[in-house]
């Protein structure tokens, strides 16, 4: 039995609070459920079961790869072509995503946090640090914030 987890469709996911669960997860869950966005909820799941599994740099890799995933059904329509930076770009050259100064800043400084983090701690590259519980709950939150960003314009 475990506290501080919501029951998904796709199994259960952490929860910090009553308002990031309702204003940002639970959206983000409910949004991945439509069948386009499956590659992407099915990597996303994996990463809360290395999360409840303690697998921290799984949990890093993973969302962060979740997120990724998404972008490229969003900007290309397939799994497999470009990175988050050039997805994000596109996406805002193809009017799919916001280009407002203000958001644009914050996507921007949100993307290289995920990218350093994912550099120093996950699996996807030579670990430069041990990743903990907080480190890979800071990556999941931030993924789900830029999720809800992608999503958000969709529904």
Known sequence: FE??????????????SKEISEELYKPVIEWLSDPRWK???????????DFRNKDWSGAITKSVSALETLLQIQVHNQVGKDVISDLLRIGKERKILSDRPITSAVVRLIENA????????????AKLDDPNREDALLVMNL???????CLASFH
């Not at 590659?39 to 079961?49: E, N, T, Y």
């Not at 993924?143 to 960003?149: A, F, G, R, W």
Request: glycine share 4%; aromatic share 4%; charged share 15%.
């Open 114 to 125: 995920l990218a350093t983090i994912r550099r120093a701690s996950s699996d996807a590259h």
């Open 143 to 149: 993924v789900i914030v830029l999720m809800h960003y």
């Open 39 to 49: 590659p992407s909820q099915d990597i996303l799941a994996k990463a809360f079961g």
């Open 3 to 16: 506290l501080n987890v919501q029951l998904t469709r796709r199994g259960l996911a952490p929860v910090q």
